[in-house]
């Protein structure tokens, strides 16, 4: 009926209208990242004072030092905020949306952005439309257009008649949500009327919780930084025997340095960093976020409630039994390749001398929503439900062509499948009049027959023929086979429902994908239940089950409708299948399993699924079967439709969440370190032991720098060994506080020691062991915190190479500013070569402490993770 365009039409027709997409109204460019940096930053804002006091008094070093110390901050905030945003945008190209055009003649799958006016598409439910489009030929179709009109009822739609008109006219970003269409593209990109109005659109990310925890923990720590600060300077004051501009100018450095220092500027950035590196790691395990909230959650999963085909199982379905005229048929062949016989008893048969399968054939063709199209390798490439196209490998392994019968046959009316019918059915012309077929659940078409067919006539359905069809449909299931029943009915006017001929049983193989015993495995050592939602029948879905070591109970969708609210919940305990389930069981389920607790990840792919995969804390979309609707509702996309995604993206939650703690509880503990040895040093009477720019050499170079790679920390290999933590934990427990003052305690004192011991060569030189030692117990407690749970014995110190550049880096700069003019600029004094190894054994007893504290938890060492 329609040619669509050729291949070198829809180049030109791209090369005049351009990609189909809409144009970002604002995208952030370089200039203004780098303003960000300055502007609202209340800390450059205060070493710049202290620049200007210092240049002031002639302190000309001091001041050119806390400009590099400025430039250092901002160039370190841009740097990071660049390479976060690009991360974070090239995330959003990792799914392409594709639309069934007709190109050449030949439906093809074709990118979105490469749609041009005049291409003819190919929409149904659960399709997203790709641009403004006539509608040219529709069935039920009926399109929400809420994201254009704030309607939420659906719009009935109709094919164009005469007149181009509102009702025959479908929207880019609008969505199919019944029916399907055959469209011919009119408008594209920023042409559309979405495009038109973008500027008042806004895709709005979900608010982050973990930038909350954040900006509230930074918040906190700040007050106190300050707070201290000041504290600090009231004491330089009350130890002052006279007050001079000189020195209420040395007293202002050190207590703008020390609130610099610990003041927790560089949080946001590091977070941002940590997520898009954890959610880039994500994605290259085929887990695409679609929205930053679902980060978090992840992590706190504690239900999977996954769908069955496609992904605990492999999803290339393949035709392997028919059940027609009494006898059991056996197929060969796999996959989606052509290659197959047909066999009784293990000798080959011929479909064509076999009347009843040669129908039952032609009808799994005729009534069939998919089309397929043969490659080079002799496999067929797929368009549609997989289901629906293994029925079309099926009939072309004994030479059917769906175009060949649809042209003897045309189609004349239909009922499309729906996960709550759970049946299809169409109706055909023939050379002898009509005929209809139906098609779905063993159940729903049983309940529609009269009759059966057997040796080329119709014989009554009765009762015990009824009874042995539930036998072969229920033997069929146990094999771990999804069964299909097909009907048929000859010379009716219009689509009817009853008193259809009952055909036979085509039973379909999707075994499980052989990873998913391992990735179940590793969700029970993890304290995270599997459960299976399915539209099999209970006996395939526990076959299935069964062979990948899901053990539990099983219940259909019928029983589930019968239980009110407290009798599923009770049942859901001890239930890990849930057979016959439509959409509307799958968000009831999701709700129940919240209400006791449960943090939940749902799977799904049709557009009904839209509500369950919202409810659920994790919403997880197919990226090969689902739809569009689908996709765009969801959290997260896999690319590979696997269960195994499901679990690498919950791992990667888990070492995101454990990646932040790690670098906020080693910031704070070190920040606490520089304020307790000034602090106590000055309430003990001894003199200022860290000079500011010590202190702001810290800052640059042992605070910011290790606490950034710790953001990139390989997984740990344990992530997956400990219970999911709390979906509302916050950043710092009381545990992590402990840690944070015990170690800070620790660096504070040896610090302090290495003070007093250096006392007795000059002040100077008792800086400069203190400054030394406070930078090698920074050091040696950024590898500490590689892992809460694993001595430095058991860590892999060479995983983290960042962490080994920003430590070589660290301890090579105590090198430079030692020996070289640097060292009267920062007020230090080359140490003795014997006295080097002071301040690295006294900083080695960080490393000793921390092993102690996680001997001393042990394998109650989760509490710093929940």
Known sequence: MFTGLTSGEAKEKLLKYGLNEIKEVHTVSKKEILLRQVKGNYLILL??????????????????????????????????EYKAEKAIAALKNLLTPTVLALRNNKETTVDVKELVPDDIIFLRDGS?????????????????????????????????????????????GTHVVNGKCTAKVLHTGMNTKYGKIAYEISTIEKDIPLKHKVNKLATIMAVIAVSLSIVTGLLLLIQATVITKEILVGILLVVISLTVSCFPEGFPIVLTIALAAGTNAMAKKNAIVNRMSSVEAMGSVTVIATDKTGTITKGEMTATKIFVNDQLIDVSGSGYSKDGKFFIDKKEISPHSNYDLNRLLKAVTLCNDASIALNSNN????????????????????????????????????????????????????????????????????????????????ISLTPELKKSLHKQNEALGKQGLRVLAIAYKENVNNIEDSNFIFLGLVALSDPPREEVKDSL???????????????????????????????????????????????????????????????????????????????????????????????????????????????????????DDNFSSIVSAIEGGRTIFSNIRKFTTYYFSCNYAELFIIVIALILGFPLPLLALQILFMNMVTDDLPALTLAFNPKSSDVMEIKPRPARSNILNKHLLF????????????????????????????????????????????????????????IDIFKNKWLLGASLISISSLFIISYTPLNKIFGVIPLAFTHWFYPILMALSIIIIADIIKLIYGKKSYLFYN
């Open 379 to 458: 496999s067929f490439e797929i368009h549609g439900s997989p289901t629906e196209a293994s029925l079309l490998v099926l009939s072309s392994k004994a030479n059917f062509s769906k175009d060949f019968l649809y042209h003897h046959s045309p189609k004349i009316d239909e009922i499309l499948f729906t996960s709550e019918k759970k049946f299809m059915s169409t109706l055909h012309k023939t050379k002898t009049g009509t005929v209809q077929f139906y098609k779905g659940a063993f159940e729903k078409v049983i309940e529609k027959c009269s009759f059966y067919a057997k040796d080329k006539r119709k």
């Open 739 to 794: 840690l944070i003052i015990i170690l800070g305690t620790v660096m504070g004192i040896g610090s302090l020691i290495a003070f007093n011991h250096g006392l007795s060569y000059g002040l100077d030189y008792a800086r400069t062991m203190a400054f030394f030692t406070l930078i090698f117990f920074q050091v040696f407690n950024a590898f500490s915190f590689r892992s809460f749970r694993k001595t430095i014995f058991h």
């Open 128 to 172: 997203v439309i790709p641009a403004d489009c006539i509608i040219l030929v529709q069935k039920e179709l009926e399109v929400n257009e809420a994201v254009l009109t704030g309607e939420s009822l659906p719009v009935q739609k109709t094919a164009l008649q005469k007149e181009i008109t509102n009702k025959n006219l479908i929207y880019m």
């Open 521 to 639: 495995l590793i969700c029970q050592k993890a304290g995270i239940r599997v459960i299976m939602l399915t539209g099999d029948n209970e006996h395939t879905a526990a076959a299935i089950a069964s062979q990948i070591g899901l053990t539990g109970k099983t219940i259909n969708g019928d029983e589930l409708t019968t239980l009110n609210d407290e009798e599923l919940a009770i049942k859901l305990k001890d239930t890990c299948v849930f057979a016959r389930i439509n959409p509307e069981h799958k968000l009831r389920i999701v709700r129940l399993l919240k209400n006791q607790g449960e943090t939940v990840a749902m799977t799904g792919d049709g557009i009904n699924d839209a509500p369950a995969l919202k409810e659920a804390d994790v919403g997880i979309a197919m990226g090969i079967k689902g739809t569009d609707v689908s996709r765009e509702v969801s959290d997260i996309v896999l690319k």
């Open 47 to 80: 070493l710049f004072l202290a620049s200007v006091v210092s240049f002031l008094v002639s302190e000309i070093i001091t001041s050119i030092v806390i400009i590099i110390n400025i430039i250092f901050m901002i160039l370190f905030g841009f740097f990071q």
